[in-house]
Nanobody, 124 residues
């Protein structure tokens, strides 16, 4: 069983950047596609980005396309989310997730393991 730990959240001004990391504290990402989701106060959790096991395929929500980049280092069992040109509407708790498949997915129910989340706050 995979246990995921996110880090890298914090407070940043609009237009700034943050890089989130997701590491496996137990188990590995072997064969797992990975995703990032976020949940703002009073809103449902939503898809942000996903990456296949090989890293060859990525997919982004329209709201972050061109600003966020998902990547992974399988030797380090770590997935990253580079967030640039941040906006106040990006404020949310960001969650890392792993699915028991090598191919990407965008729906919450397709993911089997979740981290505890890391807070990202973007001030205007």
């Amino acid at each position: 069983q995979v246990q995921l730990v996110e880090s890298g959240g914090g407070l940043v001004q609009a237009g700034g950047s943050l890089r989130l990391s997701c590491a496996a504290s137990r188990g590995t990402f072997s064969g797992n596609a990975m995703g990032w989701f976020r949940q703002a106060p009073g809103k449902e959790r939503e898809f942000v980005a996903a990456i296949s096991w090989s890293g060859g395929n990525t997919y982004y929500a329209d709201s972050v396309k061109g600003r966020f980049t998902i990547s992974r280092d399988n030797l380090k069992n770590t997935v990253y989310l580079q967030m640039n040109s941040l906006k106040p509407e990006d404020t949310a708790v960001y969650y890392c997730a792993a699915r028991s498949s090598s191919s990407i997915a965008t729906m919450i129910r397709h993911y089997d393991y979740w981290g505890q989340g890391t807070q990202v706050t973007v001030s205007s």
